[in-house]
């Protein structure tokens, strides 16, 4: 799975629920004045952006796979110290941050456990590990509906409900297992306005992340079919979507 697309591509399929986790995030690990900060896979900046606010651009750094991704939180923070690099391999020594956070990402690293351990090494002794991931295998996620009325179309379609961390307590298992202490779990919740359901399922069409990449890899006959199902699942616009995540936060 590659996230080499346009930031702008990511920032209109789940920017829009990202951007209202962000503050979450940072609330459970207790991101305060003083810190210094990791954003592990990035993203587009979300999270960056609200560590930002909270530290100074000079407490804050960032980094993701994505050159396109890296670009942009460049731009958005030319004063945030933004690489390019996975979570399996982070380029820091021991101990150089106090707080490391990871916002819809578990799931998509290489090696999870891995990817976990890496943020762990990298925080001090006594600082925070905080990660959260969607409920896409309890139905609770941000593409829930559409994934649903992708398997109702298609029974063998491979959606994200197996991902690590997508299902509960799995998330907080991970932690565990990368050597962290006194791990605690969490939900956090987000509410998304729609005004449009064209507003809604242009997103899917961008070939961001795997529901783009199987809207991109139908016919356009199956491809308007999954449309109109879509629209039949979802209420009459405009429309809020509530999406949950599960988070989870340990001690290194």
Not at 53 to 60: F, H, S, T
Not at 203 to 225: I, K
């Amino acid at each position: 799975m590659t996230f080499d697309v346009d930031a702008a591509a990511y920032d209109a399929f789940m920017g829009r629920y990202s951007m209202p986790l962000a503050p979450q995030l940072a609330d459970l690990a207790e991101v305060t004045q003083g810190q210094r900060a990791l954003d592990v896979g990035c993203g587009t900046g979300a999270l960056t952006g609200e560590l930002v606010g909270r530290l100074g651009a000079g407490a804050v750094t960032a980094v993701d796979p994505s050159h396109p991704f890296v670009a942009a939180v460049r731009d958005r923070h030319p004063d945030v110290r933004v690489e390019q690099a996975a979570a399996e391999e982070l380029p820091f020594p021991d101990g150089a941050f106090d707080v490391t956070l990871a916002q819809l990402v578990v799931h998509f690293m290489r090696d999870p456990t891995i990817g976990l351990a890496e943020m762990r090494r990298v925080c001090r002794p006594g600082g925070v590990v905080a990660t959260c991931v969607w409920d896409h295998a309890g139905g609770h996620g941000p593409l829930s509906t559409f994934w649903q009325v992708a398997r109702d179309l298609d029974l063998g379609v491979a959606d994200e409900s197996t991902l690590a961390g997508a299902r509960q307590g799995h998330l907080a298992a991970l932690m565990t297992g990368a050597g962290l202490h006194e791990v605690e779990e969490a939900t956090l919740s987000v509410e998304v306005a729609h005004s449009t359901f064209e507003e809604w399922w242009e997103p899917y069409t961008m070939g961001v992340g795997p529901a783009g990449s199987y809207v991109a890899g139908l016919s356009d006959e199956r491809r308007r079919e999954l449309r109109e199902a879509c629209r039949r699942a979802l209420p009459a616009p405009p429309f809020v979507l509530i999406a949950r995540a599960w988070a989870a936060r340990g001690s290194v």
